[in-house]
């Protein structure tokens, strides 16, 4: 008999048996359990009893506890594995929560940093903000800004280039005339082609 319970039970079933001998006849009651549901309906399952004389017992014990036992502990086990998702599910919002007001927090003192002209704090704390969000566009624009001042930056990312200021071609010195390479207005006074510093 024990042979044909072992094989019936997954690992971590039970069976709590309750045996009473009442004149030729001997009362059985079976009540399947798991350790560790919480579940108060696994309280509520109605257990097995069983009567008949030792011999009858003997002979339709296991068949008459299998399709009850197998139906009891697989509605158990489903109720762990509900728990335990639950559980999973609570702890993973809780986790989020407590990240997402770190977060906040981060967010919070950069603005305070920022609002005080102490970029560098202010860049530290966004960074940190950034790390535990990395999809949060908003707060790598605010760490992109924070590194243009940080790093002597004078104009925003977004703003305008600065002005380009035109240098003078040598065009512009030239002057068109029809005179030749011998006039003396190219030289500075009392120089001219026959002097001997030029060329």
Do not use: W
Not at 24 to 47: F, G, H, R, T
Not at 127 to 156: C, E, M, P, R, Y
Request: aromatic share 8%; hydrophobic share 35%.
């Amino acid at each position: 008999m024990f042979t044909e319970i072992f094989n019936l039970l997954k690992e971590g079933e039970m069976l709590r048996m309750n045996i009473r001998k009442s004149g030729n006849e001997m009362i059985v009651i079976v009540l399947p359990y798991i350790e560790n549901v919480k579940d108060s309906a696994a309280e509520q399952l109605i257990p097995l009893n069983l009567k008949g004389s030792p011999e009858e017992l003997d002979a339709g014990f296991i068949e008459a506890i299998r399709t009850p036992v197998i139906k009891s502990t697989g509605l158990m086990t489903n109720m762990a594995e509900y728990e335990k998702s639950a559980e999973k599910a609570r702890t993973e919002s809780k986790a989020e929560k407590e990240r997402q007001d770190t977060v906040n927090k981060h967010v919070k003192d950069g603005e305070t940093f920022e609002k005080a002209g102490k970029f560098r704090e202010a860049l530290a704390a966004y960074t940190k903000a950034f790390d535990l969000d990395k999809k949060n566009v908003k707060i790598q624009l605010k760490v992109n800004a924070l590194k243009l001042k940080v790093n002597g930056g004078s104009h925003d990312i977004f703003s305008a280039p600065p002005p380009v200021t035109e240098k003078p071609c040598i065009e512009d010195f030239e002057e068109n005339d029809d005179d030749d390479d011998s006039d003396s207005s190219y030289y500075p006074d009392g120089m001219s082609d026959d002097d001997p510093f030029v060329s």
